[in-house]
Nanobody, 112 residues
Framework: VQLQASGGGLAQAGGSLRLSCKVSGSIFRLNTMGWYRQSPGNERELVASITSNHTTAYADSVKGRFTIYRDNVRRTVYLQMNSLKPEDTAVYYC???????WGQGTLVTVSS
C-alpha cells in the first residue's frame, strides 16, 4: 500500500490550499481515510476523516474552514483548506485509518 500526498506550499492568511493523497495497493473505497498534521514541538493531531460512505469528522480547530472529500474512482482523498491561519502551519499527513499506512507528509506554511 502506498499513499502519495501532494499540494502543500505557502499561502497567506485567509488563503486556500488543497491537499491530495492518492492511494494504491488497497481497496480504497472500503477504507476510512484521515488527514493529520504536526507542527514543531507538538504531537501529531487528527484534522479530518472520511469513511467509506463519505461520513466526515473534523477537529474543532478546522471546522467550517476545511473540507475532506474523496474520489473513489481516482482513489484519492482531498483536504480543501480555506481561511487559512498561521496556526495551520504544519506538515500534513494522510493516513489509511486503522492501518499502519501513512503518506510521506506535505508542508503547509501560512504567513500572516
Amino acid at each position: 500500500v502506498q499513499l502519495q500526498a501532494s499540494g502543500g506550499g505557502l499561502a497567506q492568511a485567509g488563503g486556500s490550499l488543497r491537499l491530495s493523497c492518492k492511494v494504491s495497493g488497497s481497496i480504497f473505497r472500503l477504507n476510512t481515510m484521515g488527514w493529520y498534521r504536526q507542527s514543531p514541538g507538538n504531537e501529531r493531531e487528527l484534522v479530518a476523516s472520511i469513511t467509506s460512505n463519505h461520513t466526515t469528522a473534523y477537529a474543532d480547530s478546522v471546522k467550517g474552514r476545511f473540507t475532506i472529500y474523496r474520489d473513489n474512482v481516482r482513489r484519492t482523498v482531498y483536504l480543501q483548506m480555506n481561511s487559512l491561519k498561521p496556526e495551520d502551519t504544519a506538515v500534513y499527513y494522510c493516513k489509511q485509518m486503522g492501518t499502519r499506512y501513512w503518506g510521506q507528509g506535505t508542508l503547509v506554511t501560512v504567513s500572516s
